[in-house]
Nanobody
Framework: QVQLVESGGGLVQTGGSLRLSCAAS????????VGWFRQAPGKEREFVAA????????DYTGSVKGRFAISRDSAKNTVYLQMNSLKSEDTAVYYC???????????????????WGQGTQVTVSS
């Protein structure tokens, strides 16, 4: 049974940092593209970042470029999202997801992803 578990969310002040983790069981992340999405109250789920199988290629939505960094640790079967210079508009539930296909058009689409975690809340207060 495949399971993705996010952790690391919480309450942080504007300008602060958090590191989210996504740990997988039942699959090897090295064979999957892993993406992070977020959903704020009253808004649709949106793409945040993705990393390809080897970790050599990454993709980000424009609003987080230069502030967020996605990485993977194959030995731990875990993907991270380092979030710096957080803003109030980053407040959302963050989800990790796994897919088998890579490419910009594919990576940004939630429908590309087969497996999803339950989400972790990130709240940025001013």
């Amino acid at each position: 049974q495949v399971q993705l578990v996010e952790s690391g969310g919480g309450l942080v002040q504007t300008g602060g940092s958090l590191r989210l983790s996504c740990a997988a069981s039942g699959l090897s992340f090295s064979s999957y593209v892993v993406g992070w999405f977020r959903q704020a109250p009253g808004k649709e789920r949106e793409f945040v970042a993705a990393i390809n199988y080897s970790g050599g290629r990454t993709d980000y939505t424009g609003s987080v470029k230069g502030r967020f960094a996605i990485s993977r640790d194959s030995a731990k079967n875990t993907v991270y999202l380092q979030m710096n210079s957080l803003k109030s508009e980053d407040t959302a539930v963050y989800y990790c997801a796994a897919a088998t296909d890579w490419g910009h058009t594919l990576a940004v689409a939630a429908t590309t992803y087969t497996y999803w975690g339950q989400g972790t809340q990130v709240t940025v207060s001013s």
